[in-house]
């Protein structure tokens, strides 16, 4: 059984930072493409950043420079550093795994205040 657990959002003020992170289970974590993504009501879910088996990562422009995405491959975690957050920030954070088939972890909220 596949599980991804996401951890580390919460409420934090406007320019301060978060770091998130997705526990995975049941799946070959180094051969998995890991991402971020997020959702605000009302929206489509949004790629936040993704992260290959190998080097290849990709951002969205609109947090470009200020998150970093990770891997620990002997912990089989991804992590998501949040730098410099802004109120457009605030959504529900998902992890996902592709390895095969596509999997999502059950959220975290993360809200910022301006």
């Known amino acids: 059984q596949v599980r991804l657990v996401e951890s580390g959002g919460g409420l934090v003020q406007a320019g301060g930072s978060l770091r998130l992170s997705c526990a995975a289970s049941?799946?070959?974590?180094?051969?998995?493409?890991m991402g971020w993504y997020r959702q605000v009501p009302g929206k489509q879910r949004e790629l936040v950043a993704l992260?290959?088996?190998?080097?290849?990562?990709n951002y969205a422009t609109s947090v470009k420079g200020r998150f970093t995405i990770s891997r620990d491959n002997a912990k089989n975690t991804v992590f998501l550093q949040m730098n410099s957050l802004k109120p457009e920030d605030t959504a529900v954070y998902y992890c996902?795994?592709?390895?095969?088939?596509?999997?999502w972890g059950q959220g975290t909220q993360v809200t910022v205040s301006s």
């Open positions: 996902n795994a592709i390895n095969g088939r596509s999997y």
């Open positions: 992260i290959g088996s190998g080097t290849s990562i």
């Open positions: 049941g799946i070959i974590f180094r051969s998995a493409v």
